[in-house]
Structure formats: C-alpha cells, structure tokens
C-alpha cells in the first residue's frame, strides 16, 4: 500500500474537506478524554505527527510503531492536502493469550495536512525506519517580486 498518488478533484465534496480537518483538529484536542473516561470515536483514530522546517524541505514525522509500511501505509497529495492513512492490524491469536490489560489501538489511522503553496506533489518523498514514517516535502523558493511595469497609454 505505500504508495503516492493523486486524486482527481470531481470524487472531492466541497464541504467534506473542511469537515475532515475540522474532525482532525477537534480530535486532537485534549479534551478528547472528558473526566478521565474514554471518548472513543468511531472509525477511524488520529495519527500524530511533529512537523517543522528544515532548510527548504517541510519534515512531517509521524509514530506508526507495529505497521508495515508496504503494506499497511497510504500516502497520498491532493489539491494542496497530503493525507497519511495507516492501519495497525490484530495479531491472528490474539484470543489465546490471556491479556491482563489490552490498551494497544488497532484499526485506520488517517491524518491530513496541509502543503505549502506550490508544492510539486510529485516531489515528495517518504521513507520508514524504527516505527517513525517521515515525509519530506520540498518547498518551492517563493517567486521573485517582478518591478512592476508601466503600460503607456496612447491618444486618438
């Protein structure tokens, strides 16, 4: 699954990617666990992520310790949005173990973010080492500032 692709923008509703980052963002509020209880939201968990500048290349980081990168990984650029979907599968004998506590999260992870301006999507490059998945993304240098240029005008 590790691949990087482009989405066409017809199967994208206008509203439901405002929505998603919306869910994203609320989600990783600290208040997603009110009162010390569990406030688990169905489907899919947020995956978190450091972010920051290096030189010219934006470096996302994100923690997917137990995933299998040609497997269970989909990246993919679209309309200015990158979006990391993972998914942490149950161990087949699971049930034979007896667990005393099971708090490992298993199922979709998904996280979208936003690229800088004129981002070449094909250019972005991502790799899997220890349980981290870093995204490195070039970030194009701004335009020069043109002069701006004097249009004459011409009489009768």
Same mark, same amino acid.
């Given at each position: 699954? !590790?691949? @990087? ?9 206008? @509203? ?7 869910? %994203?963002?609320?989600? !990783?509020?600290?208040? =997603? &666990? ?12 947020? /995956?978190? +992520? ?7 290349? $934006?470096? /996302?980081?994100? %923690?997917?310790?137990? /995933? ?33 506590? =099971?708090?490992?999260?298993?199922? $979709?992870?998904?996280?979208? @973010?936003? @690229?800088?301006? #004129? +981002?070449? %999507?094909?250019?972005?490059a991502a790799s899997y &080492? #220890?349980?981290?998945?870093?995204? &490195? +993304?070039? /970030? ?12 004459? +005008?011409?009489?009768?």
């Amino acid at each position: 699954m !590790s691949t @990087l692709s482009r989405r066409d923008r017809t199967d994208v509703a206008p @509203l439901g990617r405002m929505d998603k980052l919306f869910d %994203e963002w609320f989600r !990783s509020l600290p208040m =997603h &666990r009110p009162f010390g209880m569990a406030w688990d939201w169905p489907g899919e968990d947020l /995956i978190r +992520v450091d972010e920051y500048r290096d030189g010219d290349t $934006q470096v /996302i980081k994100a %923690e997917l310790p137990g /995933i299998d990168p040609a497997k269970d990984v989909e990246i993919t650029a679209a309309d200015g949005m990158l979006r990391i979907k993972a998914e942490r599968r149950i161990e087949q004998d699971r049930e034979d173990k007896g667990y005393t506590r =099971h708090e490992i999260r298993y199922g $979709q992870m998904t996280r979208t @973010l936003p @690229l800088p301006e #004129n +981002v070449a %999507e094909g250019d972005i490059a991502a790799s899997y &080492r #220890n349980g981290v998945l870093e995204i &490195r +993304v070039p /970030i194009p240098a701004a335009p020069a500032a043109s002069e701006p240029t004097t249009i004459p +005008v011409s009489t009768g």
